[in-house]
């Protein structure tokens, strides 16, 4: 079954941290870009990061630049999202999302992505 599986969402204080993971299944993996977005109540889900097939290269939000640091490990079909002081303002749902193979559009357009899991929620109370 083609799908991706988000973990690690939670309660967390404000200035602490979590790791979101999501594991992909059903297609190879390391041949594909990923991306993380998040959705707040009442807003559109926006981009948060994203990375190539190797990990090398990385595209970042400025609202999470320099906080949140998005990874793979294309053995175990796996890409994380470390999130380091987190404010109020990163409460959402999060997902993550598989790029499509030949994009024609810029990294932070959602159209890009065509596959999505169910997403993880991250609240943080100040």
């Known amino acids: 079954q083609v799908q991706l599986v988000e973990s690690g969402g939670g309660l967390v204080q404000a200035g602490g941290s979590l790791r979101l993971s999501c594991v992909a299944s059903g297609f190879t993996f390391s041949q594909y870009a990923m991306g993380w977005f998040r959705q707040a109540p009442g807003a559109e889900r926006e981009f948060v990061a994203a990375l190539n097939w190797s990990g090398f290269t990385t595209y970042y939000s400025d609202s999470v630049k320099g906080r949140f640091t998005i990874s793979r490990d294309n053995a175990k079909d796996t890409v994380y999202l470390q999130m380091n002081s987190l404010s109020p303002n990163d409460t959402a749902v999060y997902y993550c999302?598989?790029?499509?193979?030949?994009?024609?559009?810029?990294?932070?357009?959602?159209?890009?992505?065509?596959?999505w899991g169910r997403g993880t929620q991250v609240t943080v109370s100040s």
């Open positions: 999302a598989r790029r499509i193979l030949h994009p024609v559009m810029m990294w932070t357009v959602l159209a890009e992505y065509d596959l």
